[in-house]
């Protein structure tokens, strides 16, 4: 379900995102073939979970995540709440 208004849900995000803690890239991947192999680092989402979480909860948002198959493929999905509603 979605809100017919994201004014306060826009409102707290952007009061939330200046308080994130820095995102740390602790792991490394690399795809391609051949020559054509590329290599990079990211955060993986326990660690992006871990510095939003307290800034979200301090303006009122919170964060559900479900999975679920969809085409034989697993689907995480995440939803961004409100208190608002």
Known sequence: MKSDSI???AEALSKAQIVFKPIKRTEKVG????????????APLDVVIEASKEALSANGLAITQ?????????MLETILLHSSG
Do not use: I, W
């Open 66 to 74: 479900t999975t679920y198959v969809s085409g034989g493929n697993t």
């Open 7 to 9: 004014k306060a849900l």
């Open 31 to 42: 795809y391609g073939t051949g020559d054509k192999t590329r290599k990079y680092n990211y």
